[in-house]
């Protein structure tokens, strides 16, 4: 599953980049976070709540900075397991300055989930991944502003 | 003279006994027993299709609250028990060792002394998998660069198996004036049993003697493979197979969790339960069908059909674990002309491993017999539709006649005994065909669209006669071992288990025919390895063909015991005895008599000098050929050309299963056939994404049938006698769920081939048809 997006921020690309390559500003949107663990600049392990209707538990989510182009390219791998599941999602993020000020920030984000959750819920992991997804840049965004 | 008791011999329409304790919820599953000190045993299953394992930690888990042990593959490896053989000469894991084939497979086992104490800790285990490309479509699988799901195979390609003359058939598809071909899917389905698969295993430590109940449909030979494997004296192994809420083939397989549960059990010297929950076991236990065949069909231009074809790849998923008899590794697929006087057939199939599990299940069905017929029924109404002639009389124009049988098929099956024309004119009859062609007509005319289909099914069941039937060298023999006691009652114990036939009334029946004994009085039991003869099991509707031969000819031996019994009580000479349901009398002098209960209290007490006290019999009997069940249906459909749904308005279905023991359980057997075969061709599918993610895991996504949406069953019957079953009988168990999808789908298509559309694969859901309708400018929006 692949989704993606753009936000402008006022601030610049060299400003959202300082932001979102710090993993642990950057954890304080994932949402229901539980607990997280900063392991070194470019790794983090958390633990999530999170679900599909009933079928609610933990995950426990490893993530990775995998790209670093200062002000321009930002690159996470998140992997993790739980409910009987296994989730993988591959983020690219691009920076680009405006000229009228500020910058824009695009991401994609390369999704798949297997296991109990997507079998049981096939009909409604899309949407509840893209929600989760979204929830995570649109609080990005908030705190950009 | 004193009055002859009712007995409910064969032919009577008696109320199952069984029934007196599953309606009053007095039945033993295996869920229902319950040992002191029992512990319970759950898996952590893996999220992956495919995907090798970096490590798995189990340290978390064993330090759990209740947990009592933790088994993984590296833990069976010693034992010789990571990998089992199937019954198909391949193996399957129990658990990994290094790398995991499927979604929801058992990878490790946390046995706990309560059930929620076992699942909270297999959500402590920590299992690394490093994902590998999945490979889920057979054809993709049997490329050259696929992923290689069993890499101590090296390949995905599991057997080619071919059938019939390849050259003559060829050559009259040449000559032929019209050939029709098709492609089709026949999806994968579950069996979706009532209850769950499950055991309970105890290891007594002090006798050296596993017992376990499970849920099997053959215990015999989960014995003697267990004995086998373990080095165990068979002698020590029992096996017990209580109540059993429904198997139709997916029993017969042993799952890993009857195997972690016995080592569990001998690990801690506990009692231990494995009971699947339904989003367990509808994505991890073995599925049907899923074989994707090419078919052909050459007829002349008169309707004579001259040749039928069938290139196929069949889905096996990891494991080759087909309980088919060993000299058929595509069971009896070669059934395959069907009710039809060909000149000639020719059949190959392709198996493949997948990432999926094990498939192949004989599915209510008697060996691939339900693909089989799917095939032929459907391209015999393709023809008809392509040459302008009405598929029941093109049926007609080339069944079988009467007059042919015992018939020897192309594919080289003997049919016992048959007459397809009198089943499908019955049918036709009863539904009134001709006025349902002329309302078709007019509704056509109107922009209605409704169809008419056909399915004239012959079965092959009763597997089988020892000259070629076998499982793992196992003569496919029925078993039967009755006995009176000395006050006229009877124990009757037999090879066979039944999952819900009725087999403690239709055995009852058959002994009460040849013995004059009424149904009460005969206890029937099955299931227990330590008390009943050996046998093969339920499956394939071989029970009343094998063992219920087995109970007539075992009841005939008793008989010409108490013969001798009763001569030696009436002082006459034993050929001036008559026997008449239940009493012997002198010849000429009726009055003159002793029933069967005066001659069995005498086998006890008063036999005659020299006789072996007693009056009992076993007997293992060996079929001499299959028998050849058969019918026709008629389905009549009407299509919403709003929505694409297909309303089953009318279905008549006419079988014939030879001489009919119940038939309160035949129609029984039929009614739920039908239901399954309606469940088939309408709103069953398994299916996988492109990871491996199953999709209808459970009763959220996998519909079968509720009593709203079955339509109502219209049944009828012919009686033509297998000639060689000591009964007449035949077997009826699987005939609706093979004969019905065919009918399903060929009214569909009848009512939409005007449109153009030749096939639609099943499930044959609505919004596939509603988008058939719209490619065709036919759909209706409002």
Same mark, same amino acid.
């Given at each position: 599953?692949?989704?993606?997006?753009?936000?402008?921020?006022?601030?610049?690309?060299?400003?959202?980049?300082?932001?979102?390559?710090?993993?642990?500003?950057?954890?304080?949107?994932?949402?229901?976070?539980?607990?997280?663990?900063?392991?070194?600049?470019?790794?983090?392990?958390?633990?999530?709540?999170?679900?599909?209707?009933?079928?609610?538990?933990?995950?426990?989510?490893?993530?990775?900075?995998?790209? =670093?182009?200062?002000?321009?390219?930002?690159?996470?791998?998140?992997?993790?397991?739980?409910?009987?599941?296994?989730?993988?999602?591959?983020?690219?993020?691009?920076?680009? +300055?405006? *000229?009228?000020?500020?910058?824009?920030?695009?991401?994609?984000?390369?999704?798949?989930?297997?296991?109990?959750?997507?079998?049981?819920?096939?009909?409604?992991?899309?949407?509840?991944?893209?929600?989760?997804?979204?929830?995570?840049?649109?609080?990005?965004?908030?705190?950009?502003? | 003279?004193?009055?002859?008791?009712?007995?409910?011999?064969?032919?009577?329409?008696?109320?199952?006994?069984?029934?007196?304790?599953?309606?009053?919820?007095?039945?033993?599953?295996?869920?229902?027993?319950?040992?002191?000190?029992?512990?319970?045993?759950?898996?952590?299953? *893996?999220?992956?299709?495919?995907?090798?394992?970096?490590?798995?930690? #189990?340290?978390?888990?064993?330090?759990?609250?209740?947990?009592?042990?933790?088994?993984?593959?590296?833990?069976?490896?010693?034992?010789?028990?990571?990998?089992?053989? #199937?019954?198909?000469? +391949?193996?399957?894991?129990?658990?990994?060792?290094?790398?995991?084939?499927?979604?929801?497979?058992?990878?490790?086992?946390?046995?706990?002394?309560?059930?929620?104490? !076992? $699942?909270?800790?297999?959500?402590?285990?920590?299992?690394?998998?490093?994902?590998?490309?999945?490979?889920?479509?057979?054809?993709?699988?049997?490329?050259?660069?696929?992923?290689?799901?069993?890499?101590?195979?090296?390949?995905?390609?599991?057997?080619?198996?071919?059938?019939?003359?390849?050259?003559?058939?060829?050559?009259?598809?040449?000559?032929?004036?019209?050939?029709?071909?098709?492609?089709?899917?026949?999806? =994968?389905?579950?069996?979706?049993?009532?209850?769950?698969?499950?055991?309970?295993?105890?290891?007594?430590?002090?006798?050296?003697?596993? #017992?376990?109940?499970?849920?099997?449909?053959?215990?015999?030979?989960?014995?003697?493979?267990?004995?086998?494997?373990?080095?165990?004296?068979?002698?020590?192994?029992?096996?017990?197979?209580?109540?059993?809420?429904?198997?139709?083939?997916?029993?017969?397989?042993?799952?890993?969790?009857?195997?972690? !549960?016995?080592?569990?059990?001998?690990?801690?010297?506990?009692?231990?339960?494995?009971?699947?929950?339904?989003?367990?076991?509808?994505?991890?236990?073995?599925?049907?069908?899923?074989? %994707?065949?090419?078919?052909?069909?050459?007829?002349?231009?008169?309707?004579?059909?001259?040749?039928?074809?069938?290139?196929?790849?069949?889905?096996?998923?990891?494991?080759?674990?087909?309980?088919?008899?060993?000299?058929?590794?595509?069971?009896?697929?070669?059934?395959?002309?069907?009710?039809?006087?060909?000149?000639?057939?020719?059949?190959?199939?392709?198996?493949?491993?997948?990432?999926?599990?094990?498939?192949?299940?004989?599915?209510?069905?008697?060996? =691939?017999?339900?693909?089989?017929?799917?095939?032929?029924?459907?391209?015999? +109404?393709?023809?008809?539709?392509?040459?302008?002639?009405?598929?029941?009389?093109? =049926?007609?124009?080339?069944?079988?006649?009467?007059?042919?049988?015992?018939?020897?098929?192309?594919?080289?099956?003997?049919?016992?005994?048959?007459?397809?024309?009198? !089943?499908?004119?019955?049918?036709?009859?009863?539904?009134?065909?001709?006025?349902?062609?002329?309302?078709?007509?007019?509704?056509?005319?109107?922009?209605?669209?409704?169809?008419?289909?056909?399915?004239?099914?012959?079965?092959?069941?009763?597997?089988?006669? *020892?000259?070629?039937?076998?499982?793992?060298?196992?003569?496919?023999?029925?078993?039967?071992?009755?006995?009176? %006691?000395? #006050?006229?009652?009877?124990?009757?114990?037999?090879?066979?288990?039944?999952?819900?036939?009725?087999?403690?009334?239709?055995? !009852?029946?058959?002994?009460?025919?040849?013995?004059?004994?009424?149904?009460?009085?005969?206890?029937?039991?099955?299931?227990?390895?330590?008390?009943?003869?050996?046998?093969?099991?339920?499956?394939?509707?071989?029970?009343?063909?094998?063992?219920?031969?087995?109970?007539?000819?075992?009841?005939?031996?008793?008989?010409?015991?108490?013969?001798?019994?009763?001569? %030696?009580?009436?002082?006459?000479?034993?050929?001036?005895?008559?026997?008449?349901?239940?009493?012997?009398?002198?010849?000429?002098?009726? $009055?003159?008599?002793?029933?069967?209960?005066?001659?069995?209290?005498? $086998?006890?007490?008063?036999?005659?000098?020299?006789?072996?006290?007693?009056?009992?019999?076993?007997?293992?009997?060996?079929?001499?050929?299959?028998?050849?069940?058969?019918?026709?249906?008629?389905?009549?459909?009407?299509?919403?050309?709003?929505?694409?749904?297909?309303?089953?308005?009318?279905?008549?279905?006419?079988?014939?299963?030879?001489?009919?023991?119940?038939?309160?359980?035949?129609?029984?057997?039929?009614?739920?056939?039908?239901?399954?075969?309606?469940?088939?061709?309408?709103?069953?599918?398994?299916?996988? +994404?492109?990871?491996?993610?199953?999709?209808?895991?459970?009763?959220?996504?996998?519909?079968?049938?509720? $009593?709203?949406?079955?339509?109502?069953?219209?049944?009828?019957?012919?009686?033509?006698?297998?000639?060689? %079953?000591?009964?007449?009988?035949?077997?009826?168990?699987?005939?609706?769920?093979?004969?019905?999808?065919?009918?399903?789908?060929?009214?569909?298509?009848?009512?939409?081939?005007?449109?153009?559309?030749?096939?639609?694969?099943?499930?044959?859901?609505?919004?596939?048809?509603?988008?058939?309708?719209?490619?065709?400018?036919?759909?209706?929006?409002?």
């Amino acid at each position: 599953m692949k989704f993606e997006g753009s936000y402008q921020f006022p601030k610049s690309s060299s400003e959202v980049y300082s932001y979102i390559s710090d993993l642990r500003r950057v954890s304080e949107c994932i949402p229901d976070l539980k607990s997280l663990e900063i392991k070194s600049e470019d790794e983090a392990l958390a633990t999530v709540r999170a679900g599909i209707g009933f079928i609610r538990g933990d995950f426990n989510l490893r993530f990775n900075v995998t790209q =670093r182009s200062p002000h321009t390219n930002l690159g996470y791998a998140v992997h993790g397991s739980g409910l009987g599941s296994g989730v993988d999602i591959s983020i690219t993020v691009q920076l680009e +300055d405006l *000229s009228t000020g500020g910058s824009t920030l695009s991401w994609v984000a390369d999704t798949k989930v297997v296991g109990r959750v997507a079998s049981m819920a096939q009909g409604m992991i899309s949407s509840q991944a893209e929600k989760i997804i979204k929830q995570f840049f649109e609080c990005l965004s908030q705190r950009l502003r | 003279m004193t009055e002859v008791p009712v007995i409910h011999g064969m032919g009577s329409a008696v109320k199952r006994k069984e029934d007196v304790r599953f309606i009053q919820g007095r039945d033993t599953y295996v869920d229902d027993i319950s040992l002191p000190g029992m512990v319970y045993l759950d898996f952590v299953r *893996s999220p992956y299709a495919h995907a090798r394992i970096r490590s798995i930690s #189990t340290e978390r888990a064993k330090g759990a609250p209740g947990v009592v042990a933790v088994i993984t593959g590296k833990d069976l490896q010693p034992l010789g028990l990571d990998w089992i053989p #199937t019954l198909s000469g +391949d193996k399957m894991m129990v658990l990994p060792t290094e790398k995991v084939v499927f979604q929801m497979q058992e990878v490790v086992g946390v046995v706990a002394e309560s059930r929620y104490a !076992a $699942a909270d800790a297999v959500k402590l285990v920590e299992v690394d998998y490093e994902p590998l490309p999945v490979v889920t479509d057979p054809k993709k699988a049997l490329e050259e660069g696929s992923p290689i799901v069993r890499e101590d195979k090296r390949t995905n390609h599991v057997f080619h198996w071919e059938a019939g003359d390849r050259e003559a058939t060829d050559r009259l598809f040449e000559q032929a004036d019209v050939v029709v071909g098709q492609d089709m899917y026949y999806q =994968r389905i579950h069996v979706s049993y009532m209850e769950p698969c499950g055991c309970v295993a105890y290891y007594d430590s002090v006798k050296g003697t596993p #017992t376990i109940w499970m849920t099997t449909q053959a215990p015999h030979v989960v014995r003697t493979v267990a004995s086998l494997i373990t080095k165990i004296p068979e002698n020590k192994i029992r096996i017990i197979s209580p109540d059993i809420g429904g198997g139709f083939g997916g029993k017969v397989y042993v799952y890993p969790g009857s195997i972690v !549960a016995a080592v569990a059990s001998i690990v801690t010297g506990r009692p231990v339960k494995w009971v699947n929950d339904r989003s367990d076991d509808h994505p991890s236990t073995a599925f049907a069908r899923d074989f %994707h065949m090419r078919a052909e069909l050459a007829a002349k231009r008169d309707g004579t059909l001259l040749a039928f074809r069938v290139k196929a790849v069949s889905d096996h998923g990891a494991f080759f674990g087909d309980a088919n008899p060993s000299k058929f590794p595509f069971g009896l697929f070669s059934i395959c002309t069907g009710s039809y006087d060909l000149k000639a057939a020719f059949v190959e199939v392709d198996g493949a491993y997948t990432n999926k599990p094990q498939g192949g299940i004989a599915y209510r069905c008697s060996f =691939r017999v339900t693909e089989a017929v799917y095939a032929i029924e459907r391209l015999v +109404d393709i023809m008809a539709h392509r040459l302008g002639i009405d598929p029941a009389e093109l =049926r007609l124009k080339n069944f079988i006649p009467p007059e042919k049988f015992p018939y020897r098929s192309v594919m080289g099956w003997v049919y016992d005994s048959g007459n397809y024309a009198g !089943a499908l004119r019955k049918a036709m009859e009863k539904i009134g065909y001709e006025e349902l062609r002329r309302e078709q007509e007019e509704k056509r005319k109107r922009g209605e669209l409704m169809g008419i289909g056909i399915s004239s099914f012959t079965e092959i069941v009763g597997a089988g006669p *020892s000259h070629t039937f076998d499982i793992l060298g196992i003569k496919m023999f029925g078993s039967a071992e009755i006995r009176i %006691h000395p #006050t006229g009652k009877v124990i009757a114990r037999f090879g066979t288990r039944s999952q819900g036939q009725g087999h403690e009334t239709t055995y !009852a029946q058959i002994i009460a025919e040849e013995l004059g004994i009424p149904i009460e009085d005969i206890t029937v039991e099955e299931g227990d390895t330590d008390t009943a003869p050996y046998g093969l099991g339920t499956y394939a509707s071989r029970s009343t063909p094998t063992a219920g031969a087995a109970a007539a000819v075992a009841s005939r031996k008793i008989r010409e015991k108490a013969k001798k019994i009763a001569a %030696h009580l009436l002082e006459a000479r034993e050929e001036d005895v008559v026997w008449e349901r239940g009493r012997f009398y002198v010849k000429g002098a009726p $009055a003159k008599y002793k029933t069967i209960q005066e001659v069995a209290f005498a $086998a006890y007490t008063n036999h005659p000098p020299g006789m072996e006290a007693g009056l009992e019999a076993v007997h293992y009997y060996d079929p001499p050929n299959m028998t050849f069940p058969f019918g026709s249906y008629i389905c009549v459909v009407d299509i919403d050309r709003g929505t694409g749904e297909a309303k089953v308005r009318r279905f008549v279905a006419v079988d014939d299963c030879g001489n009919i023991i119940n038939p309160l359980i035949v129609d029984g057997q039929i009614h739920g056939g039908l239901t399954m075969g309606f469940g088939t061709a309408f709103m069953e599918e398994i299916g996988y +994404d492109q990871d491996g993610n199953i999709y209808g895991a459970n009763f959220m996504d996998y519909t079968i049938p509720t $009593a709203v949406e079955t339509p109502k069953w219209e049944t009828d019957k012919t009686v033509t006698p297998s000639p060689h %079953h000591p009964l007449g009988a035949k077997g009826v168990g699987e005939s609706a769920t093979v004969g019905s999808p065919a009918a399903f789908v060929n009214a569909v298509v009848d009512a939409l081939w005007p449109l153009g559309v030749t096939h639609i694969d099943m499930p044959l859901y609505p919004w596939k048809i509603r988008r058939l309708l719209e490619e065709k400018g036919y759909a209706l929006d409002k």
